[in-house]
T-cell receptor
Framework: GIQVEQSPPDLILQEGANSTLRCNFSDSVNNLQWFHQNPWGQLINLFYIPSGTKQNGRLSATTVATERYSLLYISSSQTTDSGVYFCAVDNPTSGTYKYIFGTGTRLKVLA | NAGVTQTPKFRILKIGQSMTLQCTQD?????MYWYRQDPGMGLKLIYY???????DKGEVPNGYNVSRSTTEDFPLRLELAAPSQTSVYFC?????????????FGPGTRLLVL
């Protein structure tokens, strides 16, 4: 099945710094989403982005489907950005809407 | 509008016991999902449903059963609980997938099987 790898696995930033999180996938995808899991375990959808670029405030994401990767940019990080960031993909082989999650990037933002 | 609600929040089971994890959404979403998250890992799809009466297996369905008799409810049944089922279980729902698909997650149920 499709493999999803995220990097880096862990990231520590000072408040105000910028960061780029990467998601590589091993096959073509139909759908791709980015999620944030806060330190209390709540999961929030950030972007639905199977291709192209989207921005939402300090966050933006770019997916280059032909090269099988997606990037999540966090600018001017805040302590509330701490948590784990997951990307999830699906494709015709795994089954449409049968999302496969990466193992995540654990981000800690220091005040 | 409560979104996606799950009960219970935490449960301890003995090996071999059974239980049902409840999930309800009030957003009239067609699609609903059950995931499990083991410590330090991403989520794995157990079952999903595209509408009332229609369910399908995900990546890790063994040991679980689901039903979808209404749009709102999507219970997950554990039969003969095993220590390997110790995990955090998340229910999610989404609008009909498309250009603006967004999955909304419940707060999770933490299950410990001893």
């Amino acid at each position: 099945g499709i493999q999803v790898e995220q990097s880096p696995p862990d990231l520590i930033l000072q408040e105000g710094a910028n960061s780029t999180l990467r998601c590589n996938f091993s096959d073509s995808v139909n759908n791709l989403q980015w999620f944030h899991q806060n330190p209390w375990g709540q999961l929030i959808n950030l972007f639905y982005i199977p291709s192209g670029t989207k921005q939402n405030g300090r966050l933006s994401a770019t997916t280059v489907a032909t090269e099988r990767y997606s990037l999540l940019y966090i600018s001017s990080s805040q302590t509330t950005d701490s948590g784990v960031y997951f990307c999830a993909v699906d494709n015709p082989t795994s089954g449409t809407y049968k999302y496969i999650f990466g193992t995540g990037t654990r981000l800690k933002v220091l005040a | 509008n409560a979104g996606v609600t799950q009960t219970p929040k935490f449960r301890i089971l003995k090996i071999g016991q059974s239980m049902t994890l409840q999930c309800t959404q009030d957003m009239n979403h067609n699609y609903m999902y059950w995931y499990r998250q083991d410590p330090g890992m991403g989520l794995k799809l157990i079952y999903y449903s595209v509408g009332a009466g229609i369910t399908d297996k995900g990546e890790v369905p063994n040991g679980y059963n689901v039903s979808r008799s209404t749009t709102e409810d999507f219970p997950l049944r554990l039969e003969l609980a095993a220590p390997s089922q110790t995990s955090v279980y998340f229910c999610a729902s989404s609008t009909r997938p498309g250009a603006k698909e967004t999955q909304y997650f419940g707060p999770g149920t933490r299950l410990l099987v001893l």
